[in-house]
């Protein structure tokens, strides 16, 4: 039998009102006893007497066994959730930054307190990656997670390649319609999705590594001309985190907008769709696809979480457990593709080897193999001098790199 859950709902934006919208359609032994808000002015579509904007009438409330967290402000996020895990009350969250940023200590106070905290709404929206991670993963070697984690720029790069809009425009539409925020750089600088590419790999391959250390680049840079040179190739372009497993003591995680071909599966995910890919030793490739942003489709996710509590479920993050020898590394050789206009760029990027490079009056780009670790020190100069860098290999053609290597392995 399953069991009661009283929940405190903290957050009545779209994506608690999708919930509650999902929930009042179902019989499931829940009930929402109180919401927190922020703005007690604001109109809402239920009894006054439900909403409150003092937290602890939720996290002193004894009838409530159960947080819900849907709200922007992160280190509140990580106070209310880390309280009520303390309390003993189970918490169900959707803050992929707070997440990222403390999942290490949110982790141990779960151990500790002997509580749950789920999350599969915080990552790829409807998509259930998290679960599968966990669980239909848990003993499989995985080579590699990439994808598209993030609607919001996704849509601004389908509207760009397929109805040619220039980037401003598709911005705009993409924030008229609640895809973007009103300050876009987390969604479009590749941020949002390193923090939920964070989360998904310390499930695959059980490292956690802080989001500062993780690489991004995103589309702000993105000009008419590299997409006319992606419709030349017959590519598209992607924003795309990777999680990649170069050997048996190696993990690389980084974000970068990506060319990919009409043989990948993220070819034709568009718009607000999100897509990840599963690349396992024995299962091959297996491919996700669905919603990855709205209040309907994350709210489905939410409330797959909510129902699993009531059968006490709990991550057991097997893959940490297992206490293997992978550590995080940015030291690996990329094939990229830069097209810029200081010449001074390039040299600074120490490339190690130059596959193609094109001189075209206002336009010219490079291909060629680099360390990441170049790109890191020098991202800074790349966003300043509206350069463009994109992935243009398959995951094949990530390799580790090192002065004491003996061999030019590529994995």
């Known amino acids: 039998m399953s069991k009661k859950l009283n929940i405190g ?12 919208d999902i929930i009042k359609t179902k019989n499931l032994n829940i009930e929402i006893v109180k919401f927190a808000i922020k703005d007690p002015n604001k109109k809402r579509s239920l009894p006054a007497e439900l909403f409150t904007t003092d937290k602890e009438e939720l996290l002193n409330n004894p009838e409530i066994n159960t947080i819900v967290e849907l709200i922007n402000d992160t280190e509140a996020a990580f106070e ?44 790829c929206g409807s998509i259930p990656i998290i679960r599968n991670l966990e669980e239909y993963y848990d003993n499989e070697l995985l080579h590699s997670i990439s994808g598209i984690f993030n609607g919001s ?33 987390s969604d479009v600088g590749g941020f949002d999705a390193k923090y939920k590419l964070v989360i998904a790999a ?41 999680a990649k497993e170069l050997d048996d003591r190696n993990v690389a995680l980084f974000v970068l907008p990506k060319f990919v071909n009409d043989t990948e599966f993220l070819y034709n995910v568009e718009y607000e769709y999100n897509g990840v890919t599963v690349q396992a030793a024995f299962a091959d490739q297996q491919f996700f696809f669905g919603k990855g ?44 593709y830069l097209r810029y206009d200081d010449e001074d760029l390039v040299e600074a ?7 193609e490079r094109y001189y075209s009056g206002s336009y010219k780009f490079v291909i060629g193999k680099i360390n990441l670790q170049n790109l890191i020190a020098n991202q800074q100069r790349i966003s300043d001098s509206k350069a463009f860098v994109a992935f243009a290999d398959q995951l094949t053609g990530v390799s580790l790199a090192s002065a004491a290597k003996q061999s030019a392995e590529v994995f």
């Open 202 to 242: 310390a499930h695959a391959y059980g490292v956690v590594v802080q989001p500062d250390e993780v690489f991004n680049l995103g589309i702000q840079n993105l000009a008419a001309a590299d997409l006319q040179y992606a419709r030349e190739k017959n590519l598209k372009i992607k924003l795309v985190p990777v």
């Open 80 to 123: 209310i959730v880390s309280r009520a895990l303390k309390s003993g009350k189970n918490v169900v969250s959707a803050s992929k930054k707070m997440i990222a940023l403390h999942l290490d200590e949110l982790i141990e106070i779960q151990h500790q307190y002997g509580t749950s905290l789920l999350y599969e709404g915080a990552v």
């Open 293 to 336: 942003a709205g209040g309907h489709p994350t709210g489905s996710a939410v409330l797959s979480d909510i129902a699993a509590l009531r059968y006490n479920y709990q991550y057991e993050y097997k893959k940490a457990k297992e206490k293997t020898d992978l550590s995080f590394t940015n030291n690996i050789e990329l094939t990229v």
């Open 349 to 355: 990027l120490n490339f190690e080897h130059i596959n």
């Open 153 to 185: 720029s996704n849509y601004i790069l389908s509207k760009g390649f397929i109805e040619g809009l220039d980037y401003d425009s598709a911005l705009k539409q993409a924030q008229d319609l609640g895809f973007a925020e009103t300050d876009p750089t």
């Open 9 to 20: 709902l903290f957050g009545f934006g779209v994506v608690g009102q999708g919930l509650y």
